[in-house]
């Protein structure tokens, strides 16, 4: 019977060392909890070694000669070592980003796939981990955290706004998402809701003029939405949260493989239905929203190895505010004030390498529809857009030098009620819709002398059907004579076609009378920007620093004069120019011990110089550009239980607003933060729960209406010494103060 026994044992031994014995895992993202795609795995000492999958995991044979330490390592991440006991069979390994600015590929800069630092042009990348530390249910709120960007609501009633980089105001922000200049004029201020959280791979923003590759509307800079490609995204995921006050976000993703091609879907949902006055005007404080979105990308698998995408998004929001006893049948009419918008957009892009061998040839295109029927009072604003676009690349790369070159075209369609596109003949006023056609064409080349240096120069033409011929350069130097320490100087023009009526919501809100003095001219500016940016690598983490100082000098700009005259708003170019300048300075540090810092900040001077009645030039500020800005992020991570904890904060300087004669309310805003707190849990099965509060200060603006009781200004002459009409435009901060929320996110690899 031992002998049995015995014999059987020795059998199960010899055939578990024929089968062999094997370790498997994970590697994951230590802030995203996401799978690391083809990480290193080494056994050390030994000659063992495999890589992870797309999803992270890993499988590696065992044997008796194994060491008891694996080494991981992965490009962007800090290498990690850890032991593993005589039994263990399975292992879960987090490692930490070294930076995710610096190791990032960027493309926004020179329209090609480069590493961030080897970009002769300043790219700014935040990743979605960032986000996550202040959930927000749009990209538009998300902005607060990025330095020198500023989310600015124009409205106190409807809550419509954009996105202000140096304190240059929205049109003068492009919005990509993956590469595509698809969010333009009528939808400018709705290009960054919608988008679901989870389709968000990273942000990229270039500060500064960018007309000399993207054209029109690339004056202060731009921001693209790199979207997450289907492979190194997880099979399924949904994060749910609610708020406080009643509001709801849902963002799910899933994805699903065929023969030829990987698909991923995201969809986002967002509703808030409960008015609220806290302030007791009599309006609602936040505009209630129902928000629904859909986005698909295709990426698919060619046998000449070549890229081929294809992605699509539909956005459908219902908004209203006004009145807190305003229902739909008081839509458009002079009982009960009310503003609200009702829009549909669809956009279709990708992008198409050409099967040329050696050769990098490849057309990008896009299209977009936009409808939008609004009332804005008594102000009736309908209007439907189509903007069809497509590019065609050729990237050449030599020993020393890359080469870029371009043909753009661009064609836009536009209608809508107002006299922007109706006939100038009184007697029989006929509806004439705007056609835009431009073509262009670019060159940019990059060249490097010797391994410090870099010279980037670029051309790009257009020719507009309204406004003819517009020629705008650019050309940058990249110097960095010790690894990790790089300076970058950056100059060049931008260019500005514009759009009134689609802009700017002031134009829009049935308080004012627009008066369009001339024939509007495009925008010209020319900028300067000098960076430097410095890495540091310790035993303890690492720090990294980016300062830049920049100077923008318009002429043609667009100015909205809202002081004259409190009852008009009188558009015109302006005859004198205008400047943006000032500093910025960022900071990050992360420690192995699980905490990290971010912190920012940008002190600017913004202002026009216009001849008054005497023809004296004065400086006159530009509003809602604040002095100064800051914000941080403070996140700690005890990795041991799987919890973190999130500080973030926005620190505001004082910002001049559009008061009106004898206005009791102050020209400028005062000094306040909003400062959220943030704690998250990490659970088993990929579960994770966060919960925190936002605006923990409780600071809310004062006097956001100007007479709230009177919108249809009905009583104007009565016990009013001061003439004051409705007036909805004193901005500076969301009319809501603290409240809690809670969230929680599933991921399915």
């Not at 689609?502 to 004012?512: P, V, Y």
Request: aromatic share 12%.
């Amino acid at each position: 019977m031992k002998s049995a026994l015995g014999l059987c044992f020795l059998l199960m031994y010899v055939f578990a060392n024929a089968q062999g014995i094997y370790l498997s895992g994970r590697v994951t993202d230590a802030a995203t909890g996401e799978g690391i795609a083809f990480a290193h795995i080494v056994m050390v000492g030994a000659s063992m070694t495999t890589q992870t999958d797309e999803y992270g995991k890993f499988k590696l044979e065992l044997t008796q000669a194994s060491s008891h330490k694996l080494s991981i390592s992965s490009v962007g991440y800090k290498t990690d070592t850890v032991s593993l006991s005589d039994n263990q069979r399975t292992i879960h390994i987090s490692l930490y980003a070294l930076s995710a600015q610096l190791n990032e590929v960027v493309v926004s800069g020179t329209m090609r796939a480069i590493g961030k630092m080897e970009s002769p042009i300043p790219v700014e990348v935040y990743t979605a981990a960032l986000f996550k530390k202040n959930p927000t249910p749009s990209l538009f709120e998300s902005m607060h955290m990025i330095t020198g960007v500023q989310p600015q609501l124009n409205c106190n009633v409807c809550n419509t706004g954009d996105i202000h980089i140096n304190g240059l105001e929205g049109p003068y922000t492009m919005i990509l998402i993956d590469g595509m200049p698809i969010v333009s004029a009528l939808s400018s201020v709705y290009g960054l809701h919608g988008i679901p959280s989870s389709m968000v791979k990273r942000i990229e923003v270039v500060k500064g003029p960018a007309s000399t590759l993207y054209g029109s509307e690339a004056v202060a800079g731009l921001i693209n939405v790199i979207t997450r490609d289907a492979v190194s995204a997880p099979l399924f995921k949904i994060d749910f949260s609610a708020t406080s006050v009643g509001e709801f976000n849902t963002d799910v993703t899933t994805k699903w493989k065929t023969k030829k091609a990987t698909s991923l879907l995201g969809m986002n949902y967002f509703n808030y239905w409960i008015p609220m006055d806290a302030n007791k005007d009599h309006f609602t404080d936040v505009t209630l929203q129902n928000r629904f979105s859909v986005f698909n990308k295709w990426d698919f698998t060619r046998t000449s190895h070549k890229v081929a995408s294809l992605a699509w998004r539909y956005v459908y929001e219902n908004r209203w505010g006004g009145e807190m006893n305003w229902s739909p049948q008081w839509r458009g009419t002079d009982s009960i004030y009310g503003e609200t918008i009702t829009t549909h957009r669809v956009e279709l892009f990708g992008t198409y390498e050409l099967p040329v061998a050696k050769e990098n040839l490849r057309v990008d295109y896009s299209y977009n529809f936009h409808w939008q029927d609004s009332y804005y009072g008594t102000t009736k604003y309908a209007a439907n857009q189509h903007t069809a676009f497509a590019q065609f690349v050729y990237d050449k790369p030599f020993k020393r030098l890359n080469l870029l070159a371009g043909i753009p075209l661009r064609l836009i369609y536009y209608d809508d009620n107002t006299p922007a596109t109706s006939t100038t003949d009184s007697v029989q006023v006929k509806n004439k819709p705007s056609y835009s056609f431009l073509p262009g064409v670019f060159v940019q080349a990059d060249y490097t002398p010797i391994q410090s240096l870099t010279i980037l120069a670029g051309l790009r033409y257009d020719y507009h059907t309204a406004h003819g011929s517009i020629v705008t350069p650019r050309v940058s130097f990249k110097y960095t004579p010790v690894k990790h320490h790089t300076l970058r100087l950056t100059g060049g023009s931008g260019y500005r076609i514009v759009n009134l009526f689609t802009e700017d919501h002031a134009a829009l809100s049935g308080a004012r009378e627009v008066v369009i003095v001339n024939q509007l001219k495009p925008e010209q500016s020319w900028n300067g920007n000098l960076n430097y940016n410095a890495y540091f690598n310790h035993k303890h983490g690492f720090i990294e620093t980016d300062i830049s100082g920049f100077y923008t000098y318009f002429t043609n700009q667009i100015v909205g004069d809202f002081l004259s005259d409190p009852t008009k708003i009188i558009y015109d170019n302006l005859s004198g120019h205008a400047v943006s300048r000032g500093i910025s300075f960022n900071t990050s540090l992360s420690f192995t011990n699980g905490l990290s810092l971010t912190a920012g900040c940008t002190y600017m001077d913004v202002y026009r110089m216009v001849k008054d009645s005497t023809g004296t030039q004065r400086k006159t500020p530009q509003l809602h550009a604040p002095a100064f800005t800051a914000n941080y992020t403070v996140s700690y991570h005890f990795r041991k239980i799987g919890f973190s904890i999130d500080w973030t904060g926005k620190i505001n300087g004082p910002m001049y607003l559009p008061v009106v004669p004898n206005d009791f309310r102050p020209a400028q805003s005062p000094w306040y933060c909003i400062m959220n707190f943030q704690l998250t849990q990490q659970l088993p099965k990929n579960l994770e729960l966060y919960a925190g509060v936002k605006n923990m200060l409780h600071f809310v603006p004062e006097h956001p209406i100007l007479r709230p009781f009177d919108p249809f200004d009905k009583k104007v002459a009565i016990d009013n010494p001061n003439g004051y009409t409705f007036d909805p435009s004193y901005n500076y901060a969301a009319i809501q103060g603290i409240k809690g929320f809670i969230g929680m996110r599933y991921t399915l690899n």
